[in-house]
């Protein structure tokens, strides 16, 4: 490299220097929260979050049991009734899965 070479990169990199610096006084950067802040608003989220999971369980775990509560009572009070139900649905649910993987065949052999 030569000394024209030399004085020109160093030009460059100085002008370089001053529009950063530019550019930084123009963008000041925004409040950036301390750690501990940050630290506390990880602790409310995870808090929070926990309690929701909590309230999901505890519903799952109702209906759940209502489930099975009106289930039995069905079948109590009218066997014959809830076995065709039991069936029907059993044979709907197979025709479903013979269908859809019949669907299924046909589009992997296309391809």
Known sequence: MSRSDDAQEQEVVERLQQHMKVLD???EPTSIP???ALEAQVRERRQIRRRANWIEM?????????????????????????LGI??????????????WAGR??????HE
């Open 25 to 27: 006084d123009a963008f």
């Open 34 to 36: 301390s750690l501990g």
């Open 58 to 82: 505890i519903c799952f775990w109702l209906v759940g049991l209502l489930a099975i509560t009106f289930s039995a009572l069905f079948f109590v009070s009218a066997p014959a009734l809830y």
């Open 86 to 99: 039991q069936a029907l649905g059993t044979a709907v649910a197979v025709i479903l899965v013979v269908i």
């Open 104 to 109: 299924r065949r046909k589009e992997v052999h």
